[in-house]
């Protein structure tokens, strides 16, 4: 759950106790702050709309508020494949709404293709990002534990389009698939290398995994 300025999210957010279902997001100033929600790409949900809290006096009104993860009514569908035609495995691809809240992500499967699940229609923007690592037990599932070196070397594609657009033309409660949204990627021939150091220390962070604090 995250505070939102309309599509983007602001600051870090807060995940949800996984017994509970809640997130408790403070520090909150006087006046009108919006709410969204952020799932975990391949669910069989939609991102519900975002929900708005006044604070006054150091008092949110509503104090609670509840997100219900809704059903998809609209999906689309599409492959993502290399100048040659070859499929890409190793990509995901986020779509957020343009003319209202909403957001989706999902990760190809072993022939390059998605899908992804919406709440709404109107219009969306699409841009593909790389997948490190993947859901666990789904593709990319093998990549898990593996260093982020190992990980990137995979990485010989590039996009570098604007967001695509795709509008829906029925009403939010038809359903609807729009298909054959797909991406051609160009290919990555270029590296850059270098190295993560603290400012007051010179010293590789130890947080970085190792073999990743010098390159």
Do not use: C
Request: glycine share 14%; hydrophobic share 35%.
């Amino acid at each position: 759950v995250s505070e939102m300025r309309g599509t983007e999210p602001i600051g870090e957010g807060a995940e949800t106790d996984p017994s509970t279902g809640q997130a408790l997001i403070g520090g909150l100033s006087d006046g009108s702050h919006s709410f969204g929600v952020f799932l975990p790409p391949m669910l069989p949900f939609a991102v519900p709309d975002t929900q708005s809290v006044t604070v006054a006096s150091g008092t949110a009104t509503p104090s609670t508020v509840t997100f219900k993860l809704v059903s998809p009514k609209k999906k689309i569908t599409g492959a993502i494949k290399k100048s040659d035609g070859s499929a890409v495995t190793n990509a995901g691809v986020h779509a957020f709404r343009e003319d209202g809240s909403g957001n989706s992500d999902t990760f190809v499967d072993s022939i390059g293709s998605y899908e992804l699940k919406l709440a709404k229609g109107g219009s969306w923007l699409l841009v593909l990002f790389p997948m490190f690592g993947g859901p666990e037990g789904k593709e990319g599932g093998a990549q898990v534990g593996r260093s982020i070196k190992q990980l990137a070397a995979q990485l010989d594609w590039i996009f570098t389009e604007e967001p695509r657009r795709v509008e829906f033309t029925s009403g939010d409660s038809t359903a609807e698939t729009i298909s054959g949204v797909n991406f051609t990627v160009g290919k990555a021939n270029a590296s850059v290398k270098g190295k993560v150091l603290i400012e007051a220390t010179g010293q590789a962070p130890k947080t970085l995994p190792p073999g990743e604090r010098s390159g």
